[in-house]
């Protein structure tokens, strides 16, 4: 298969994804489209509705194989390659401009914690539920009595929003998206110099992020803000790295003020800035001029919005709970087990574990600041560190790291596989979930049904991909067959 075969493929399994969105997407009830027959067939009806499944489960897989065939393109490491590849995130991305939101309902609490800003409210105080008809918009229950999570700076783009799509719901979901895209966009213009900048191979870092079918399905399709602050971090360390100091800061400020996570890599930034090899006075002097720089910023935010510098207790406490998937949720998983079968409440099985992990993800950050060696990698492994050492790791939230590593050609050295394994296979199993957990169906249908189709489908799938194509099979498995097929 030719490079514009491959895209032309995933392009195919994008538009079934699209498809498949309108009956299984999350969808207002005051959409215009809700009313619509074949939309209520897709949506209401078991036959429509296992059609819809069956296709965004078949998309998802087709995206994914085709992302494995475009490494043959990538690992050229030529013009003409990172061109393919870059054209190949484009295309695949484009029908996911127009998708039913799919694996998360988070951006329609977007919508309403924008209206609680218009409302005069403190989302870091009040939740969506005192707002009229928070429910039919969308909004997940969870979200009812809890604050916001998010940053000022992404709080007032909510409010910009919803004040100017009103009572619009779908206009204000395309705005949000295109909020995203323009993260998506930025990661897509930044991985690639900064895999440069390293000394890396651009078509590489930019197949393995940037065309990554869960960066596209979760920051486009679903539409996290995550792509955002992302996007601003990479271009504020590509700044720091090309010596534009002022603008790597307020640029990394930016990315806080959407999720505060990032502040991880603020010390990181003042390194940068200060050079290889500088004197502990130089680096301190950095991290007084980045810290000063960046907090004057957010005091003055916090001054003109009202809400002070509060949201930033809300959110370093915000993030309670546990998947599965995490490590430290499978460590804690027997004592919870066993507060179960004694009838008891496995929460702090899991408040502990947490506990320690952010105990240790800290003691990382600062060993990883005071000590030397490569400045990136370190940075890259202080954030590392802050992700998977929490009982709670969102599918999302492995796409913070995901473009950093990528940069620094961790995910791609042909002489260490496992990394690009690993990513290949949690990919696969991110795709794999959300087409068969994380979709939308009618109570009053009997999901099991679709669960059943999903799940055939998927496993059709890996089994085509890991018998009847050697190339992709190779990639995770073996050394590549390269030019022999």
């Known amino acids: 298969m030719t490079a514009r075969g491959v895209i032309g493929y995933g392009f195919a399994g994008s538009l079934l994804i699209l498809f498949g969105s309108v009956g299984v997407g999350w969808l207002v009830t005051t959409s215009p489209l809700t009313p619509l027959r074949p939309v209520i067939w897709l949506r209401a ?59 998360s309902r988070d951006l329609f609490a977007y919508l309403n914690q924008g209206r609680l800003v218009l409302a005069g409210e403190d989302p870091y105080q009040t939740g969506v539920s005192s707002l009229d008809n928070w429910f039919q918009l969308g909004t997940d229950d969870v979200w009812a009595e809890d604050a916001t999570p998010y940053g000022p700076l992404f709080l007032w783009a909510a409010a910009g929003i919803m004040r100017l799509t009103g009572d619009n719901a779908d206009l204000a979901i395309i705005l949000f998206r295109l909020l995203c895209v323009a993260g998506v966009v930025l990661i897509i213009l930044y991985v690639p110099k900064l895999a440069a900048a390293l000394g890396k191979s651009p078509s590489r870092a930019q197949w393995v992020a940037s065309a990554n079918p869960l960066l596209i399905i979760s920051f486009i399709s679903s539409a996290h803000n995550d792509a955002l602050m992302i ?35 603020l010390p990181f930034i003042g390194l940068v800035l200060a050079g290889a090899g500088a004197s502990w006075a130089r680096r301190f002097s950095y991290w007084f001029i980045t810290a000063g720089l960046s907090g004057g910023l957010l005091v003055v935010i916090g001054l003109i919005d009202g809400f002070g510098l509060g949201w930033i207790s809300v959110m370093i406490s915000a993030g309670s709970g546990a998947t599965f998937w995490a490590p430290l949720a499978m460590l804690a998983g027997p004592i ?80 260490c596989r ?68």
């Open 418 to 485: 496992w990394p690009l394994q690993l990513t290949v296979i949690v990919t696969g199993f991110f795709l794999g979930y959300g087409a068969f957990d994380q979709l939308f169906i009618q109570q009053f249908l009997d999901e099991r049904y679709m669960q059943l189709a999903s799940a055939g489908v998927s496993l059709a799938a890996i089994t085509v991909i890991l018998i009847a194509d050697r190339w992709a099979r190779s990639v995770v498995l073996r050394g590549a067959p390269g030019d022999r097929l």
């Open 45 to 103: 009806e078991l036959p429509g509705v296992i059609l819809s499944v069956t296709l965004l489960t078949a998309g998802c897989w087709m995206l994914f194989h085709a992302w494995l065939r475009l490494k043959r393109t990538a690992d050229h490491d030529d013009d003409l390659g990172l061109r393919t590849t870059t054209q190949a995130a484009l295309i695949w991305s484009a029908p996911q401009l127009l998708a039913i939101p799919i694996f």
């Open 231 to 265: 996007g601003l971090a990479l271009m504020s360390i590509y700044a720091a790295m090309h010596e534009r100091a002022l603008l790597a800061i307020v640029l990394m400020t930016l990315s806080i003020g959407v999720k505060l996570i990032t502040l991880v890599l």
């Open 336 to 415: 919870a087990g066993v507060l179960l079968l004694l009838g008891q409440s496995p929460d702090p099985a899991f408040d502990i574990i947490g506990t320690v992990g952010r105990a240790a993800s800290v003691l990382i950050v600062l060993w990883l600041m005071f000590t030397n060696g490569d400045i990136y990698r370190r940075m890259m492994w202080a954030f590392a560190a802050i992700v998977l050492l929490s009982p709670l790791i969102q599918p999302w939230y492995l796409l913070w790291i995901l473009p950093l590593f990528a940069a620094a050609g961790y995910l791609t050295d042909p002489g």
